[in-house]
Each structure stands twice: as C-alpha cells, then as structure tokens.
C-alpha cells in the first residue's frame, strides 16, 4: 500500500500543475477503487485486528490459523 500512496502523491502533484490533460484525483481515486472493488468482490473479507509491531513470523501463523491466507 505505501507505494500507491506514494504513486497518487506523485499523480496529484503532476495533475495540480496547470493546463494538464490528466485526470482529477478523484476520477483516479474513483478508477481505483473500482477496480478493488471488481478484484475483490467474490472475496469474504474478515476483519483482524493485529497488534503494533507483530513479529512477522508470529503474525503469519496467525493469519494462517485464522484461515485469512486461504
């Protein structure tokens, strides 16, 4: 996810400059989210809450015990 919120950084600061041909944040913010929302729409979603700074191993088993990596 930080790489796409770095990428809409670097998207709205080419499209804030005048007389640009590219599209509005919103109308790539709404693009986007239509296609998560296309990618994920036959997904269950499960909410998890994590605690700050798991250990990546122990977060794994977690998640795979709570059968979200299925």
């Known amino acids: 996810m ?3 919120f770095l990428a809409y950084y670097k998207f709205h600061s080419i499209s804030s400059l ?3 041909s590219i599209y ?3 109308d790539f913010y709404h693009s986007a ?3 998560f929302k296309s990618a994920f729409r036959d997904v269950p ?3 998890v809450f ?3 700074m798991s250990h990546p191993n122990d ?3 977690f998640l795979s015990k709570e059968k979200c990596l299925d």
């Open 2 to 4: 930080n790489e796409q």
């Open 50 to 52: 994590v605690p700050i």
């Open 24 to 26: 509005a944040n919103n």
């Open 33 to 35: 989210e239509n296609i």
């Open 45 to 47: 979603l499960k909410m």
């Open 18 to 20: 005048p007389n640009t």
């Open 59 to 61: 977060l794994y088993k």
